[in-house]
């Protein structure tokens, strides 16, 4: 088709064999949207297209992604509010008539239907970071590491260490939204993890202003790309650790021993493993 329809927060551009969505940047655009900046969705990952009355004088153009094609849509397992919808275009209601004319050209190019075998549509980039409640996540597109907050982090966060779980470690990721109660980021490991997200070492935990939607879920989303693609994964070596962070880590955990959270022991074989990052 080769032409654009542009709508409120995003333009839609009609190629032969895809849809270049390109969102808006700016106050009134939702974070998400303006996170993503574009994307190309291939029209073999659309099931359908749908056209509906929206609020306030507006119509509402939708694809209807397939099952399984989209790592983020996958992450996000039903939890973005209609306003962060990436596949919702909405516009006023006096172009119904021409965004009607392009939702019968798009239905009429679409071939598949039913699950995708794998994803379609491109994964957000690594390297990708988020600030959790507990502690920053990051990702560089074979490791993901968490390093816990003194502020935040549990005491079993803190005995457990700073955590790194390479790809191959990994079967899934648990995205909880940062928008409800005990939203959280849990990797998901083969033997299991404990209920409480707080508790986990493989989870970090959301907050207010933590962890927020356009940087936890992009994260997620490519996190779970890169485990249902995976392949051999090098080893990476890490940067030596600051030492005055190493210092303040120290300083925590001895609190937590003299609170009897952590046994003479466990502080002994900590305390050893920070200074050995030195």
């Known amino acids: ?11 839609w551009e009609f190629e032969s064999d895809s849809v270049l969505i390109r969102y808006e940047r700016g106050m009134r655009t939702p974070r998400l949207l303006s996170a993503l900046g574009e994307r190309r969705i291939p029209l073999t990952a659309l099931s359908g297209v749908t056209l509906t009355p929206g609020r306030r004088g507006t119509v509402v153009l939708r694809a209807e992604p397939r099952a399984g094609a989209d790592p983020l849509i996958e992450a996000a397992a039903g939890q973005l509010k209609d306003g962060s919808d990436p596949y919702r275009l909405v516009l006023p ?4 008539v021409l965004a009607e004319y392009y ?6 190019r679409l071939t598949e239907s ?3 075998e794998r994803f379609l549509v491109p994964p957000p980039e690594a390297p990708l970071s988020f600030k959790a409640y507990d502690g920053k996540a990051s990702f560089d597109g074979r490791t993901v590491r968490f390093r816990w907050f003194w502020t935040g982090a549990s005491s079993a966060k803190w005995k457990a260490g700073d955590q790194s779980f390479a790809v191959s470690e990994l079967s899934g990721v648990e995205w909880r939204s940062p928008e409800v109660f005990e939203g959280h980021l849990r990797l998901v490991r083969g033997q299991g993890s404990p209920a409480q997200a707080d508790q986990d070492p493989g989870t970090v935990v959301f907050g207010l202003g933590y962890g927020p939607v356009h940087e936890s879920l992009p994260f997620a989303a490519a996190v779970l790309a890169a485990v249902r693609t995976r392949g051999p994964v090098a080893s990476v ?5 600051d030492p005055s962070d190493i210092a303040e880590r120290i300083r925590h955990l001895g609190e937590l021993h003299q609170a009897g959270l952590v046994t003479d022991d466990e502080f002994s074989a900590k305390k050893a493993e920070l200074l050995s990052e030195l």
């Open 1 to 11: 088709m080769g032409d654009v329809l542009a709508g409120f927060h995003a333009a």
């Open 93 to 96: 209601a006096e172009r119904e």
């Open 103 to 108: 939702a019968d050209e798009l239905r009429s």
């Open 114 to 116: 039913g699950p995708a």
């Open 237 to 241: 070596t890490g940067p030596r650790r």
